[in-house]
């Protein structure tokens, strides 16, 4: 395991817990508890809306034929996803990709690094926007002699 790995493995969730008992301390248990739990339900709220403005926004996509911005609703769905965590801290990292003025900031980098580890596939057929022209046409595959069977029965072995 690298450094990197063992940082945030063992790292992360002591930050975590270092912060709740910080704030427990400031404001008290009890509310504390409140904020840890009040996150769930918002999370589940702001990925269910992400998910409902992307299948419009795909249908809406579909009859003018322009590309969906998948980007906006992918990052204000794993700013639900992380909001609905239980934690402050990814409770913050929720909330910044949830804000569209800060969404854009996150845009760009969120594109750059999808797209290095994800790659397209087209199919055959079907217009993409920007993707050229398509000439429709046949494939002849010229085979040479087939191979023809010995004459020895032996040879088989």
């Not at 817990?17 to 008290?28: D, E, F, K």
């Amino acid at each position: 395991m690298t450094l990197r790995a063992r940082l945030l493995f063992f790292g992360y969730p002591l930050l975590e817990v270092a912060t709740a008992y910080a704030i427990a301390l400031w404001i008290g248990w009890g509310w504390m508890l409140l904020l840890v739990l009040a996150g769930i339900p918002v999370g589940f709220a702001l990925m269910r809306n992400a998910g409902d403005a992307a299948l419009v926004d795909m249908q809406r996509a579909a009859e003018t034929g322009l590309e969906p911005d998948a980007s906006r609703y992918g990052l204000s769905f794993v700013g639900g996803l992380l909001i609905a965590i239980p934690g402050f801290w990814t409770d913050l990292v929720g909330i910044l990709l949830a804000i569209p003025l800060t969404q854009r900031l996150f845009r760009q980098g969120a594109r750059t690094w999808l797209s290095s580890r994800f790659t397209s596939v087209r199919m055959p057929g079907v217009h993409y926007p920007g993707a050229g022209d398509v000439v429709q046409g046949t494939v002849i595959r010229v085979e040479e002699d087939p191979p023809r069977a010995p004459d020895d029965p032996r040879e088989l072995t």
